[in-house]
DNA sequence: ACCTGAACACCGTTCAAGT
DNA sequence: ACCTGAACACCGTTCAAGT
């Protein structure tokens, strides 16, 4: 007589998420998961192939809370695609030890494509063509990807900043003037500033139909 | 009567590099550098505390070899950026692997340090304030960092590009539209596309003073 | 002083065995 | 079918010992 399956692949994820919230990512195993679960770890081979399935789970799960529903047309294109980097910038943010995660997983996603699909929507909706699509589409996924790591390392308790901080001004003048500063600066403004810069830049790309590859790549 | 050191920080540094080139990151390990230097794996701990600082030395041996030489005041400063974004990139480009490795261990490369320091110069440079150089400094290194990233991921055999080109038109029309337009831009059109937006909308932040904080932060 | 090898506490995963 | 524990081939690092 079969036995009933004792565990969902998302009791499996949120699991294997509470370990890396309390012991880090370093602090994620097979055997540490089975631990949490009351398991033997062997037992986690009977829901997910190997290692590499179960992060998967864990980015799913992450990823999946982020809503990708399309911000209303009221909206202006430039605030639409800010809410919709906030809200993905927002739940891996709540995460940041999932971060060099999301990245080897990212392309198999289901949430990620969802999101990529909107935003190219907003994108051709604003007068982006196609190759603009593309290099916009890229450049903000590598801004936020960028961003959050630098945020995330940057901020445990800012050793880098500090550091900086303590540089010699002699052969370091405008970093160690700028680390002064960055020190005034909370890490929503450096992001939303960042994102700013970009968004400024596409629009002008938009205005100028620049960004077309020199051979004059076809729209379509 | 003491022995001289066989080994100099530079040969452990080529050592590890040859390793992670040849076996990838996965295959970093004490025991496979000792192996590769003919020696046994604790000999490595007396030139270094422990795995974190040998890998720092790869990280530095990488990112010292950037050109940090200011580039002529005859070049725009956008062209500048253009230049010293471009060294940084082509770096960390011919050992993708080790990316990973910069994120974590950046804050302690001179290297970086002085990369930073030409980098921020070149923006007072050219008329940004205080706040919006330092906004504009981390948004070029998360870009970079990003954009790498995704460069390395995205292009190993590109599965992700391919993946995607294979989605159901009817629920991802404008990604499957868009997937088949980025296998006809290359990498570095991509790269150069995503940072002319970052630089456009620097020199617009330039030109009508933004990016400063609410409350006036003061540039000193 | 430099280098070595055994040992410890960890990994992911295979495999044979238990219910 | 589901779950277990021993075992294998790996890690980084400590420690005592050799030259």
Redesign the pocket.
């Known amino acids: 007589m ?6 969902t692949h998302a009791q499996l994820a949120s699991a294997a998420l509470a370990v890396i919230d309390r012991d880090g990512l370093a602090g ?5 998961v089975a631990k949490e679960l009351g ?5 986690l ?2 829901y997910v192939d ?3 399935q179960l992060e998967q789970l864990v980015v799913e799960l992450v990823l999946g809370e982020v809503d990708t529903e399309p911000p209303g047309p009221e909206v202006p294109w430039r605030g639409r695609v800010e809410i919709m980097v906030g809200r993905l910038r927002d739940s891996v943010g709540a995460h940041p030890e999932i971060v060099p995660l999301t990245l080897t997983h990212r392309h198999r996603s289901p949430a990620v494509l969802r999101w990529s699909e909107v935003v190219l929507t907003i994108l051709a909706d604003a007068g982006l063509r196609g190759g603009q699509q593309v290099i916009a589409l890229r450049g903000l996924l590598g801004y936020v990807i960028g961003a959050v790591q630098l945020e995330h390392l940057g901020s445990l308790s800012a050793p880098g900043t500090v550091a900086i901080s303590a540089l010699p001004p002699d052969r370091f003048p405008q970093l160690s003037a700028t680390a002064q500063r960055a020190r005034r600066i909370g890490a929503d403004q450096e992001f939303s500033g960042g994102l700013d810069m970009l968004l400024r830049g596409m629009a002008e790309m938009l205005a100028d139909g620049a960004g077309l590859p020199p051979d004059g790549l076809p729209d379509r």
Chains 1, 2 share one sequence.
């Open positions: 079969p036995r009933p399956r004792s565990l994620l195993s097979m055997r540490a398991m033997s770890t062997m037992a081979y009977r190997d290692r590499d």
